[in-house]
């Protein structure tokens, strides 16, 4: 079975960009701990430091799920709509790389 990846795009309030990026990191700091859990990153845009990004990875389905239902993601969950006025959840699905022409 292939792990399972994802992206989430958060967009923070005016003036709260510090504020999720601290909630944000503190739920990393759980996260990585999770069942499952084989990488899960915090990054904040160079250009623009309203934008975060997580990058997860998880060894299935059933995992990231566990994960979404846990005390501390639930808690981040909660406080996310006076953080972030947008967020984007992509799941992607890992390709090889493609043969040299």
């Excluded at 639930?74 to 390709?95: G, I, N, Q, S």
Aim: proline share 6%.
């Amino acid at each position: 079975m292939t792990d399972v990846h994802s992206l989430t795009l958060f967009r923070a309030q005016p003036e709260r960009s510090q504020a999720l990026g601290a909630h944000l990191l503190d739920l990393a700091a759980v996260a990585v701990k999770d069942e499952g859990c084989l990488d899960y990153r915090v990054f904040q845009g160079s250009e623009d430091g309203n934008l975060w990004v997580v990058q997860a990875r998880w060894t299935s389905i059933a995992a990231q799920d566990g994960h979404f239902n846990q005390p501390h993601t639930l808690a981040f969950l909660d406080e996310l709509p006076k953080l972030a006025d947008e967020v984007d959840l992509y799941p992607l699905e890992p390709r090889r790389p493609t043969a040299e022409l």
